[in-house]
Every structure is written in structure tokens, then in C-alpha cells.
């Protein structure tokens, strides 16, 4: 998917601060993420050599050591002395007979509030392996997980270029997630920047999929948690979409009232607990949710592309413009 041309006014619906900044950048990089590069890291990542990434596993060591390797190949430093990719998750803090375990962190400085901090995460765990079976999870959270890679690189690209982000960005993959939200809550209690420096939380949890409910109109996503801490957020989330991709933001499952409780179910709930403003992107579930047929074979991979590069443009926007998203005054986790 090629970004034409847009309106680059400011929305009259989002505050001064949410004025488009540098569109003709935004759609440059933006269309660096691309469907093959996505699909070749998936073919990896969510192949049998992982085996099924089962928090502490070998399987698992293996998925971290190919996020790191990316990393390095890339010029991407590691926040953590620069070269230090992992933030280890003790065994201790894990569920019993869970082996240690570690976060993968990757850093782009921003170039004039480098302490202010936007977090893109995913998990890079998943199920293992089960009575013989390889659970290779390619949409939970192979998906959110690629689409990381290809927003680091995007990033990077713009900075090599001249055009990074004034805000720094964190690329955090996090572990233990399938278990019970750990290495999120490692991070948040462990944290490598402040808390109250991290002025967003865009987390990406199953995108390569398309649900029942969208089967005859795919060019959508579900957006859970963008109006709960922050409706400066939310519309700025909105603004991004309205101009460059027009899919549906599907909202059903921000309810209060969803039954689902999506919204402390993945990552980002381990930093809106903080009052840090989070957006959940997820594609909801289907069959083949946490079964050995989450294979790569099934990933709608132009969706998977348009919805990580929905990510990556309202991330663009967050650390480039004037302010960080305001808190509202009626704040309820």
C-alpha cells in the first residue's frame, strides 16, 4: 500500500498540537514497512526453529537472539550501554518451573526531548509447545512482533537521513506475556526510562489477521484504551487514520462493559496502570487463536502492513509534535 496524497491542514477536531507535522516524511517512511519484508521475517519468526517461543525455552532464546541479531545488523542500539539488548526477567518473578527469561529493548534517540519516551511493544512469547505440537503463534504476537522490526527500521532510516524523531522511541519486546502479563510488568517496575517520562504506550497484540465480523470489509483494526487516559491521544490516533489510511477504527471491544476485558488482557495494561496513555491494535480473535494452526500461511499480509504502518505514522506524530498527550482530569483503569 503506496500513501497518495492527503489534506495536510489541521484537523478541526484535534487540539494545535495535533497539526499534521512533516506529511511528505510521514509518507516516505511510512512506505519503507512494506508486506514482503514483514513476511520474510514472519517466515522466521514463526517457523518450527522457535518452538513456539514458550517463555524460558530454548525455542525461545532463539526468537530473542534473532530480534537482537536484527538490531545489530541495523545500527539500532540497545538502550542499556548500547549494546545491551536484554533486560533479564528472573525466574524468580516468573510463574514456578518457568525458566529465566528476558525483555529485548532497542533504542532511537529523539533529537530534542530524547527523555521523553514513546513505547512501541509486543510480545515475542508464545504457548511452546504442547503434546508434540508447535504452537508457532504467526499472528499471537508473531505479527505485533515483525511489525516492530519494520517500525525500528523506519525509524532509523529517517534518522540516518536526517529526520528522527525529536521524542526518543523504545522498541520493546516483551516476554511472559501468554503467562500473565510478566515481562510488561518487569519493564514497569523495572523501567529503563521513567515512567513519568513515557508519555505513550502503542501496543500491537495479533495484526495479521482478519475476524469474522470484518471477513467482508478486512481494512479495519480494533482500538482498545485510546480514549481511557487521554483523549488527546485518541485524537491524534484518529487524525492519522482519517488522513492517510481510512480504515474502520473499530472501537467494540473499548467498552467499558466488554465482556472480553480486553483491555487488561495484553501489555499495554502494565503501563495505563501508571497513567501512561496506551493504544491497543489488534485484529480479534479467530479459529486459530492459541492452536498449533496460528500458522504464517493465514496472515492477510497487506493488512498486516497497512495496520503496522498505522502504528508507525501516529507513533511519527506523537514524537513530533509539540506536546506530549495531556491526561484527562476523569481518569478510570
Known amino acids: 500500500m503506496i500513501l497518495g496524497c492527503s489534506n495536510t ?7 494545535e498540537d495535533a497539526t499534521l507535522l512533516d506529511s511528505t516524511l510521514i509518507r516516505e517512511y511510512t512506505n519503507t514497512i512494506t508486506a514482503s ?23 525461545q532464546k532463539k526468537a530473542t537472539n534473532y530480534l537482537k541479531q536484527f538490531y545489530i545488523k541495523e545500527n539500532i542500539l540497545s538502550p542499556i550501554n548500547d549494546t545491551i539488548y536484554f533486560q533479564d526477567v528472573p525466574a524468580s518473578y516468573l510463574p514456578e518451573n518457568i525458566s529465566d527469561s528476558e525483555n529485548v529493548l532497542a533504542f532511537i534517540e529523539g533529537s530534542e526531548k530524547p527523555e521523553e519516551v514513546i513505547i512501541i511493544s509486543a510480545h515475542l512469547d508464545h504457548v511452546g509447545i504442547i503434546n508434540d505440537e508447535i504452537y508457532n503463534g504467526a499472528d499471537d504476537d508473531g505479527s505485533g512482533t515483525v511489525a516492530l522490526l519494520e517500525i525500528a527500521q523506519a525509524f532509523k532510516q529517517a534518522t540516518l537521513n536526517g529526520h528522527g524523531p525529536k521524542r526518543s522511541i523504545l522498541l520493546l519486546h516483551v516476554t511472559g506475556e501468554e503467562l500473565g502479563l510478566y515481562g510488561s510488568r518487569y519493564y514497569a517496575e523495572h523501567p529503563i526510562f521513567p515512567l513519568e517520562n513515557t508519555i505513550a504506550n502503542l501496543n500491537i497484540d495479533m495484526i495479521g489477521r482478519v475476524d469474522d465480523a470484518h471477513k467482508d470489509n478486512p481494512e479495519y483494526v480494533y482500538l482498545i484504551g485510546s480514549d481511557r487516559l487521554s483523549d488527546d491521544l485518541h485524537e491524534t490516533s484518529e487524525y492519522i487514520n482519517t488522513t492517510f489510511f481510512n480504515l474502520e477504527l473499530d472501537y467494540t471491544f473499548n467498552a467499558l462493559d466488554d465482556k472480553n476485558r480486553y483491555y487488561y488482557r495484553s501489555d499495554h495494561y502494565n503501563f495505563a496502570k501508571h497513567n501512561i496513555p496506551v493504544i491497543f491494535y489488534f485484529n480479534g480473535t479467530h479459529a486459530d487463536y492459541h492452536k498449533a494452526t496460528d500458522t504464517v500461511d493465514k496472515i492477510n499480509f497487506p493488512m498486516l502492513q497497512k495496520r503496522t504502518q498505522l502504528v508507525f505514522a501516529t507513533a511519527w506524530q506523537l514524537a513530533n509534535q509539540s506536546s506530549r498527550p495531556a491526561l484527562n482530569e476523569d481518569i478510570e483503569n
Open 9 to 15: 491542514s489541521k484537523n478541526q477536531n484535534t487540539s
Open 37 to 59: 519484508e514483514l513476511k520474510q521475517h514472519l517466515e522466521i519468526y514463526a517457523s518450527d526453529e522457535f518452538e513456539g517461543r514458550g517463555t524460558g525455552t530454548s525455542g
